[in-house]
């Protein structure tokens, strides 16, 4: 995602909420992979994240008009993208399944185009298998700050806790997927 | 690698870190962001949402509409007052100069209703009496009567 200047991020809202369509256009270029990959992330179905993402879309522009929290922009995109995740849960019945794990990763490597191969499989099984270690209030928080590309104070602002109190839950995490990856021999340093 | 990234990876691409917090591991996350592009990576993703979401409608057409509306309630509210100065400053005002009128013309009236051209009663001051009558007709007409009766009583 691209992370444009506090001052920019809040002229390009305001142009796209005047009907800018060039100013929407780059709205949703930095921000809807950003969504997608973390509804992705919790739900674990591209078709679905994709829809998803449409719709949290859909959502904003007919809201952009409106949006008055200045400053606060991912925090309020990314609580209607959580919202409109529940809601898909909770009307299909059943729990998303959060990200993590050998085959999720896999899964998610084997739909990217050859292009694009950034990562092996092997280490994608070791990431996937170190973040399935963590406990879901970790992997959320790293799915926040990593494929949201939100900041501490955005995602205190989010889930109403101290930014104090994440950033020692971030560190957390962080060391216990290290730990898990060298402990199946591999080390991010080795991956780079 | 393409030559000409896609438009969410070269966003992805620009992206840089918060200030909020130094890094705890650099080559953790490292690895992160780079499996964070492989999980925002969806060809033509950003297409079909815009696609599928528009951009907002033009704000100026809400203002417009405001504006619309603020002019015809200024408008509503206008005729309204205009409506409520003219009860309160217009409906006396034939009742006084009636009033003024048949005062001015006070002696020939008394004159007249008395049936006699003789009974011109210029000393007495019905002139003030009058004034302080109430304006309405139904009791001038009254008040008139009781002066004729008066000046019919006198000769």
Redesign the interface.
Known sequence: MQDLPAGHLEQLIRDAARGDGEAWERLVGAFAPRVFALLLARCRDPDLAEELTQSVFVSVSGKLAGYRDVGRFRSWLFQIAMNRLRDEVRRRGRHARPAGGAEDLEAVAGSAEADYQDLSPEALGALGAAMGGLSDAERQLVHLRHLAGMSYQEIADLHGEPVGTLLARHHRAIAKMRQAMEDSGFTPEDLQ | ??TTPR??????N???P?H??PS??P?????????????????G??D???A?????????I?AQWGEARRARLALAASIVGAVVVGMVFMRPAPVMSMAASDIEAEPVLVSLLAGSDEAVLDDHPFGSELRSMDSDWSMLADEIRDIVAVAGGAR
């Open positions: 690698m393409s438009r969410s990876t070269f966003a992805m620009q992206r840089q918060h909020d917090e705890v591991d080559a953790m996350e490292s690895l992160l962001g780079r499996y964070a592009r492989r999980m925002a990576h969806r060809p993703l950003v079909r949402v815009l599928a979401a528009p951009a907002p409608a033009p704000a100026p809400r």
